[in-house]
């Protein structure tokens, strides 16, 4: 039953209606929980939005000795949920084989040094940001086997955002030496492409990854961030659609489809796109702070504070890739004028990098407007030792000098003010 409801849906997925092979892929792991090509095809086709995934999985009746393959199905599916919630998750799988009978526990044990479940373990530093225990964890995974593709496209992922363009070079070149008709050598290509800003070749050779395999996401998304990067909208936005209806289950098409619209100044179609990636993945942080974005844009700061304090509410672990959210939250507490809080913000993102301009001139600013003009020239002077061009550091550090010599306030509007810093 199960077998010929999973060729039924590859049948249906062949024909590319997607959406009766979701059926009967879902028909196929309910009558098996162990078929796990079936659930594989739901889960790397992106066919069930977050809540799907979860609900599917917990409709899955197995055997008493089969508990851990829930263990490692949930390990399978988007992983947002909080960091102490996805890492008991691992350890209860790596831990499993502690309470199994001493004739299984030979097969237990070596689940902790699984390569699927170290590559999911991988993919979920990924989605934290940590892109540097990502590659580490997968370059080891790889040493193992060279051959699991799947933590093969999780390096290069990671590769990619740590620009490491040797690397991507390397991998690139013996993945088309060895799988020249996958899409995932190709796409390697591409990604190197990217890494080093030769967009016009990265996109030829996503475009060659997605004839190859029309079901490969990233290719797609590649594909159009590739032309995104060279602020070509209307084909960036085309490849977005495609992967949006390809995948109904993935909210990142819908995602860079709003950034475009806000790229654009769209700022109403951008939240409208935004919210339909929300719908789809109510768990990711990186649309909440989207969603704030475009909030402060328009100019509707309260909203704007809500949608960063639940982007922070949603990040599983603070690192140096949210620093921008918490520079974002300050600017909008700023602009309420709540300076403590701003201040306490700031120097929040300090602690996490201290070589972003927009926080030294975001301090500097709200002391500024405080008052506290001493302070107020220490932080201008800081931003001003990033950045010693920087217009609107220069002319402000001027005006707090004149301040303090004046001890007072120069005639200037606070909305002038804010209409120069951005």
């Not at 988007?78 to 691992?90: G, P, R």
């Not at 001139?361 to 008052?371: I, K, M, P, R």
């Not at 306030?409 to 003010?417: A, V």
Request: contains cysteine; glycine residues 4%.
């Amino acid at each position: 039953m199960s077998a010929t409801c999973f060729l039924r849906g590859k049948a249906y997925e062949a024909l590319e209606n997607r959406a009766q092979a979701r059926q009967w892929y879902k028909a196929a792991i309910k009558a098996d929980p162990l078929c796990y090509e079936a659930l594989e095809r739901l889960i790397e086709n992106h066919m069930l939005t977050c809540e799907e995934e979860t609900s599917l999985l917990s409709s899955l009746q197995f055997a008493p000795e089969d508990g851990w393959i829930s263990s490692f199905y949930s390990c399978l599916i988007k992983k947002y949920d909080k960091e102490n919630v996805v890492e008991a998750k691992f350890r209860e799988l790596e831990q499993e084989g502690c309470n199994v009978k001493p004739s299984e526990k030979s097969l237990m044990c070596t689940l902790k040094n699984n390569t699927d479940l170290l590559a999911c373990k991988a993919e979920y530093y990924h989605q934290c940001g940590e892109y540097q225990k990502c590659f580490e964890l997968t370059s080891i995974l790889l040493e193992k086997d060279p051959f699991h593709l799947k933590c093969t496209l999780v390096h290069l992922a990671a590769a990619m955002e740590l620009g490491h363009s040797n690397e991507l070079y390397l991998m690139a070149c013996n993945l088309v030496k060895d799988y020249p008709q996958k899409a995932l050598s190709w796409f390697a290509v591409g990604c190197y492409y990217y890494c080093i800003k030769k967009y016009d070749q990265s996109r030829r050779y996503f475009s060659k990854a997605t004839n190859l395999d029309g079901t490969f996401l990233p290719a797609w998304i590649g594909y159009g961030n590739a032309y995104a990067a060279q602020e070509e909208g209307d084909q960036a936005m085309s490849a977005y659609r495609t992967a949006a209806r390809l995948f109904p289950g993935c909210h990142l098409p819908t995602l860079y489809i709003g950034m475009e619209y806000m790229r654009t100044h769209s700022f109403k179609l951008a939240e409208q796109f935004f919210m339909q990636a929300k719908t789809i993945c109510p768990s990711d942080p990186l649309v909440y702070n989207e969603l704030g974005v475009v909030a402060y844009h328009m100019k509707e700061y309260k909203k704007a504070v809500w949608w960063f304090e639940k982007t922070l509410a949603h990040i599983p672990s603070l690192s140096g890739m949210w620093e921008p959210t918490v520079i974002n939250l300050a600017h909008a507490l700023r602009k309420l004028k709540r300076y403590r809080e701003a201040i306490t913000y700031y120097e929040r993102a300090l602690a996490l990098s201290t070589r972003s301009l927009s926080t030294y001139a975001g301090l500097a600013y709200t002391y500024h407007l405080q008052d506290n003009f001493t302070t107020a020239i220490t932080y201008y002077h800081k931003a001003l030792w990033l950045k010693p061009d920087d217009q609107f550091c220069t002319e402000m550090l001027t005006s707090a000098l004149a301040d303090e010599c004046r001890h007072g306030i120069d005639p200037k509007t606070e909305s002038l003010r804010n209409d120069v810093f951005v």
